[in-house]
């Protein structure tokens, strides 16, 4: 197996883009990603997104992206794995470059959902969940992530306020993050007025439905050392499962397979939790920071949201999350996203984050997750010195 | 890179499965690819799936399948590239073994087409297609091979009657073959009285709307060796892209994306056409086959149907193809098909084929397409003496 390195990353401004489609957004990231990389050929090209059959009635974004990229007759495929799509897709491509059946590829993750805000969206988001035992009961997907907030609350005795920090936190960074959907400045006081949606998820709680594209380039680390970027390597990928339905598994508030995601990721890049720099979570609703902060081993059981109470999620804190804004206020493109992160975690590695930087960054941790935790993909990149 | 094997094949009979939802149907596959190699656990599960969110409302098959068979945990995702998914995910899974990756992946085709029939699966298919420069037109799949055929016709000078064989063919195939859906003699008078859908489409033409699930287990040779089939290794593994819009292609009459995945599979196999002993091709529509057999190289430019006249497609002709019924008697569902092509090539390398046995069947192509030729995946297997 070969090291592989990130050596392009693109990205286009998350929001609501009326006057782009899905092969436009892919394009204008991809070309971003190729020209930071210096390439101008790929050996294939891996699409994350979720819903794009569902939301502008086109599949195949394979041959359409490359088609529209000037790549024509390259290896191309979409791969799906709900809200974590675009790190899937990651994990294919490199799976592709570090057996040797690929020399430079391309990794692109786009979604286009504001084509239709409304019902059609929460009904789309919903394929994530179980079609035939939680979605066809009229369980969104926020709801889902309602039920597992109040239950938390209960188990382990927060109020809702106690949430706060995370919304706060992630628009702070946001703010600095040119590529972030939301520059607003929220405290804990705008946080406890943030209009409801459902309860106690209020809309601080929540990432927004949003237009975006990803793009990085992979090739063999040692072809990256040619290059003019620090190299950043990628020194673990790694996918783990759960039950799709939350009621199917042992205990709702643990995501058994975020921590077997992160556990084969710390086996593969020897590292433990003390030694990640940064961590690009899956903040969709704050909630979901909360687990998959106790999933990756930085804090224990119940003690996530006593994690962001203590400050320690901050840039300067133990563990910065959602260093580039998150999926808050950076958005959440859902099969963007996981390329999103890894973006932002190429940024604090090279030095690049401008005010965001997190001093002496050096190992990097993303996580994408799928549905309510049923599909993981932990990535951790490194600065080779 | 490894060597990869076949070790495992399963497959769901085609057909209407009103009482089977899509984990059901992916599930009967897996457990029997999965007892056909004898393995209980595998490192990986890539789930060849077009249509689900559409049709069915779920998306995240990966985690969804690997639950439900009791593979929790284990890496899962979906591949998509439209009615080539299933050999796309093929693709993805011959990647991780031959890298080095994964010892033993399981690889699932499925498809559940039929909740929906009607104007929303001819809707659904359309996503193969451009959804901006074809299918908003009101050009649906049917109709885009119904324009090439009408334009093969006037190119070559080719009568309607003459594309009969190729529907004979598949038919009198699938006689022998339980899994088919169709089980009807088709001669050329019936082909001639055959319901018209697209002109000069007919329903003959035609492969069917239908579910269904295939599947299969690889791992390397070496591992293969120790089971008690005969051994059929990948030799080759290649997937070429074209334009997805037809207007956009130098010719519509010739499949470029089809010609270089072939001539990949070609070059990594070290073969050569006359060396193929049977060809599962793409026959979702006639002219979708005649044009395969031309960008396959074994029939010059216009003279892939002339082939058929010649009888040169049966089971005892110069290139078998659909010898187990192919798309039109076994039927299409869709992200199923690639495996179901795949698991019929083994079973004639196996000598499995009963009545339908290619002689000597030694080296076997496989060819799945996605669109009207834009995404087109080609493997080669080999039996290891």
Known sequence: MRDVAIIGIGQTKVGEHWDLGLRHLALEALQAAMKDAGVERVDGLYVGNMLSGELTGQEHLGALIADFAGLR??????????????????????????????????????????????????????????????????????????????????????????????????????????????????????????????????????????????????????????????????????????????????????????????????????????????????????????????????????KGVQMALDGEITLHGRVPIATMGGLKARGHPVGATGVYQIVEVVQQLRGEAGANQVPNARIGMAQNIGGSGATVITHILERVE
Chains 1, 2 share one sequence.
């Open 73 to 302: 007759g390259v290896e191309a495929v979409k791969i799906e794995a709900a809200c974590g799509s675009g790190a899937a897709a990651l994990r294919m491509g490199y799976v592709a470059v570090a057996g040797g059946l690929a020399d430079v590829v391309l990794v692109v993750g786009v979604e286009k959902m504001t084509d239709y805000l409304g019902p059609k969206v929460t009904a789309a988001l919903a394929m994530a969940a179980d079609a035939d035992y939680e979605a066809s009961q009229g369980v969104s997907f926020v709801a889902l992530n309602a039920l597992l907030m109040r239950r938390y609350m209960h188990e382990f005795g927060y109020r809702k306020e106690d949430f706060a920090p995370f919304a706060v936190n992630a628009h702070a960074n946001g703010m600095n993050n040119p590529y972030a959907m939301f520059h607003i400045n929220v405290t804990p006081e705008s946080y406890a007025r943030a209009a409801m949606i459902a309860d106690p998820v209020n809309l601080l709680d929540s990432s927004p439905v949003c237009d975006g594209a990803a793009a990085v380039v992979l090739a063999p680390v040692e072809l990256a050392r040619q290059l003019p970027h620090p190299v950043v390597r990628i020194a673990a990928s790694a996918i783990g499962t759960d039950t799709v339905a939350i009621h199917d598994r042992r205990d709702p508030l643990t995501l058994e397979g975020a921590a077997l995601s992160v556990h084969r990721a710390y086996q593969q890049a020897g590292v433990r939790p003390e030694d990640i720099d940064l961590f690009e979570l899956h903040d969709a609703f704050s909630i979901m920071a909360a687990l998959s902060l106790e999933a990756a081993g930085f804090a224990e059981k119940g």
